[in-house]
């Protein structure tokens, strides 16, 4: 047909010049050399417009590159005689700088601006969505090269849509392998709000979902990522897929670089796409230095769709991925290949071309079959896209991109090239084939760290036990203590018929050492945890502990607090009353000890059956801690540490109210005031003390113990030593012993007491009238002496005054 449209446009002069001619065009045509003479057909043959829109700027500048490739294929197409013999391909195309809305216009002129446009292609998704939506009410083929959004699947909105772009849902399958293959159980994600990323999270959200592997982060930004990047950073993201154009990667990383939320704790994963070095591109955008986003991406890891035939074959183009790459080269001037836009997904541009020239080429014979020709095609006529769109379903030839074939939904099958930066460059670490599930890997990944970083704060079951060191030491203390409080026991014990020791209430006080041996017991309990015993022996422990400080602080408290009561009730009323309640009943104070114990052992019972203690592991970064744990903790320890409190804080009221008050009947009175104090001010600061302290074991046992021990050495010397001090310094126990058994008995009945108590009353008696009888002889003799010696001194008198007397009764005589 060719040589006859010569013939018609250049008529030989001559029939000999035509025969000429014709055997000169045959032995040519014959040797392969249409090529030279194809451009000089083709000028005079009809044109197939294709209307494309090439993305120059914007968030995905692909047409720097993808554009040079597209006119690249075209010329070897048109210079092909087995392609579209017939025909010529030509491209016209626009600058839609990856927006919707430009897009919109430049789809407008292109629809109604002459000529007839057979075929669209679009370039990035968000221009694609929107054109493949549209031209199906032109009857267009829409032949995109490099959209990827998972939407554009969908047939049923976009029914002629074809892509040699392979959908970014292909990235998901070998994310979750890497994911499986690093042991990754918890990952999270950050995404700009578009449609292409947001579906092709939702997709990926369902592939890990069967992965059993968990979203626990799912962040999104419009324009501004630095809320989502902290969210990140606050819930502690360590997996962390991105989603999103690389002018917004590059602020995404400034942010990242602020946060510190890089390193050999984290892995990025990001869209393959991005230019080599979009990184290192000064962006006006953000403020951080080409420095610093170097630091920031270093060892992130990327999914990209194999866009380049890494195998030496020939193709439907004649050409070796390699050979693409150098005319490409020559075609772009001498750019750099990692500033221009679009490189990566230059032979998908090229591959587009060839797969819509051959499908064309291929519905060249069908149309001609039922009368029709490709320039007949107008925006009504439904046969010729119907023809076009079956010879691409079925399309299947390979490129410089591989293989190209389409499934159902239009979008290319291809294998996944998986990437990871090192130093500055981005190396190749392996293949995977979705189809067959097959990774191919070449074991050169590199880490910051000793390798893949965990997926979350690691939790080890590395349990924290009490040192033992310090319980040991406690240990001793306490051991002590139970040793001095059975030995005032015992002193009490064997001294109760001794007066002084019975004007004290021995048997309150026998209470009271009860009491305080059985606290420091508690002491023991208090540090046995893991290490001691095993996990199902521990709430026997716990309940242990909770019973032996229980009862042991009603006993020497209680006791305590009973005679303090009775002192503060009897010499505190009006004297009238005073008079009545004088007389102690021994009975009275040992059923008040037995009431507040009985109120203890009541509520321990109930809490026991209702909610016992059971046992908790509470997780600290690393570690885990046992600790006996109290269901609705605030609400009864509440009510415990509310009673208890009341009782403290009331000892100590009656404790200064009664600190001037002398008593006979209970003598030691102000040594249990002294001892209500200090038990009182221990509890109610460690209570709460406690409590704050839980989570560090050895602050909380060394507080709690310390406290106990420190009360109970306290409560037995003040109530216990001064006794012993005065019955060994004053002998008073040895002399009560001798009375003892001059008695001739030694019950402990109230008449024999009576009865002693008499005896050393009598003999003290005794003694006092001695004294006295002694002290009036004494007296007497002295008296009598006195008088004795006024009777001499009298009678001398007398007689001097006789003899004076004689004198002058003669010396009248003398002078007769």
Known sequence: MLLWRAFVCFPPPSLSDALDMTNFACSHFSAGSWAHYLPFFHSRVPKLYIGALF???????????????????????????????????????YDSM???????????????????????MPGCSSVSTLVAEAARMWNLIVFSYGSSSPALSNRQRFPTFFRTHPSATLHNPTRVRLFQKWNWSKIATIQQTTEVFTSTLDDLEQRVKEAQIEISVRQSFLTDPAVAVKNL????????????????????????????????????????????NWFKIKDPAINCTVEQMTEAVEGHVTTEIVMLNPETVRGASNLTSQEFIAQLMSRL?????????????????????????LALNKTVAPLRAKGRRLEDFNYNNKDITAEIYRALNTSSFEGVSGHVVFDAQGSRMAWTLIEQLQGGSYKKI??????????????????????????????????????????????????????????????????????????????LNNITAVGCVLALAAVFPLGIDGHHVHRSQFPVVCQFRLWLLGLGFSLAYGSMFTKIWWVHTVFTKKDEKKEKRKHLDPWKLYATVGGLLAIDVLSLMIWQIIDPLHVTVE??????????????????????????????????????????????????HRAVGMAIYNV????????????????????????????????????????????????????????????????????????EEKSRQLERENRELQKIIQEKEERVTELRSQLAERQALRSRRHQSSTEQHSRNHCHNSRLPLLYK
């Open 55 to 93: 993305p120059m700027s914007g968030g995905w500048p692909g047409g720097q590159a993808c554009l040079p490739s597209a006119q690249m294929a075209l010329d070897l197409v048109n210079n092909r005689s087995d392609i579209l013999p017939d025909y010529e391909l030509e491209l016209i195309h």
């Open 233 to 276: 950073k606050r819930q502690d993201a360590r997996i962390i897929v991105g989603l999103f154009y690389e002018t917004e990667a590059r602020k995404v990383f400034c942010e990242v670089y602020k946060e510190k939320l890089f390193g050999k704790k984290y892995v990025w994963f990001l869209i393959g796409w991005y230019a080599d």
């Open 680 to 751: 009182a001010v221990l509890c109610l600061i460690t209570a709460p003390v406690t409590m704050i302290l839980s989570s560090q074991q050895d602050a909380s046992f060394a507080f709690a113990s310390l406290a106990i021990v420190f009360s109970v050495y306290i409560t037995l010397v003040v109530l216990f030593v001064p006794k012993m001090r005065r019955l060994i310094t004053r002998g008073e126990w040895q002399s009560e012993q001798q009375d003892t058994l001059k008695t001739g008995s030694s019950t402990n009945n109230n008449d």
């Open 619 to 668: 997780v600290s970064f690393i570690t885990k801690l046992k600790s006996c744990l109290i269901t609705k903790l605030l609400r009864k320890c509440g009510v415990v540490f509310g009673y208890k409190g009341l009782l403290l804080l009331l000892g100590i009221f009656l404790a200064y109210e009664t600190k001037s008050i002398s008593t006979e009947k209970i003598n030691d």
């Open 333 to 357: 001037g001498g750019k750099n290949p990692e500033e221009t836009g679009g490189f990566q997904e230059a032979p998908l541009a090229y591959d587009a071309v060839w797969a819509l020239a």
């Open 98 to 120: 990856c927006d919707p809305g430009e897009a919109t216009k430049l789809l407008y002129d292109l629809l109604y601006t002459e000529p007839i446009k057979i075929v669209l």
């Open 430 to 507: 392996g293949y995977y084939d979705s189809s067959k599930g097959n990774l191919s890997w070449y074991g050169n990944d590199k880490w910051i760290g000793a390798g893949p970083p965990a997926d979350q704060t690691m939790v080890i079951d590395q349990y924290r036990y009490l040192s033992q060191k310090l319980f040991v030491s406690v240990s001793v203390f306490a051991g002590l203590g139970i040793l001095l409080g059975i030995v005032c026991l015992t002193f009490n014990i064997y001294n109760s018929n001794v007066r002084y020791i019975q004007n004290s209430q021995p048997y």
